[in-house]
């Protein structure tokens, strides 16, 4: 089958789209509002973009509150969502207004951040800790503006469950993140991992 994008008429019940870009790593992200409340939710748009330096990236459709705090405040966490947590993590996802502590929703402890003015996720097997670099408004071949922001990230700091360390690397098996495949379904990154060696000079 094939279909253009500008009709969006590909006749499934649901929209294939965000199905075939998966899987998707979950941004669990932590931030906290001038007014002092503490914010944290889950953003499926989220992942690395660069090693050197270390920068993250979560994308916001419309104006949230993460997008809200991450850009007064220019702080934000993002804890791995792992497999024992999804409840939880699902449970943040709830939409409440401005000021309501997820956190307590989801029965979850918030520790504040070594180094910036932000909430993490205590039970979380790892923590990034993150500085706001920028935050953009991608546009389409139109030039107009997409429904989402995103907000780039660099991480100043790194918190590592030793639980989830083996033979000086973090054991996926053990740490289990969990990632957005599509429609409701959902998938256990620690279920099947298996290893492969690169070609020599990949720079992909």
């Known amino acids: 089958m094939f279909y253009t994008t500008d009709t969006n008429e590909h006749g499934l019940k649901h929209d294939p789209f965000k199905a075939i ?21 889950p ?27 991450a850009e007064e405040t220019c702080f934000f966490t993002a804890s791995l969502a792992s497999r024992d947590l999804a409840g939880q993590v699902n449970a943040s996802s709830a939409p409440v207004p401005y000021g309501v502590s997820e956190f307590e929703i989801a029965g979850l402890t918030a520790k504040m951040a070594e180094l910036i003015d932000a909430p993490y996720v205590a039970e979380a097997h790892a923590v ?4 706001v670099t920028e935050v953009i408004q991608p546009k389409g071949l139109d030039g107009e503006g997409a429904d989402t922001f995103m907000v780039f990230g660099q991480v100043i700091g790194i918190h590592i469950s030793e639980d989830i360390l083996r033979n000086g690397r973090i054991d996926m098996g053990l740490a289990r993140p969990i990632a957005r495949m599509g ?4 998938a256990d990154g620690g279920a099947d991992v298996f290893e492969m060696s690169r070609p020599a000079g990949s720079a992909g």
């Open 128 to 131: 990034l800790e993150c500085r």
């Open 21 to 41: 870009v998966a899987p998707r790593p979950i941004g669990w992200i932590g931030t906290k509002g001038r007014d002092g409340s503490l914010n944290l939710s």
């Open 183 to 186: 429609y409701r379904d959902y």
């Open 43 to 69: 953003y499926s748009f989220f992942n690395i973009v660069a090693d050197r330096p270390k920068l993250v990236m979560f994308a916001s459709s419309g104006r949230k509150h993460s997008l809200k705090n």
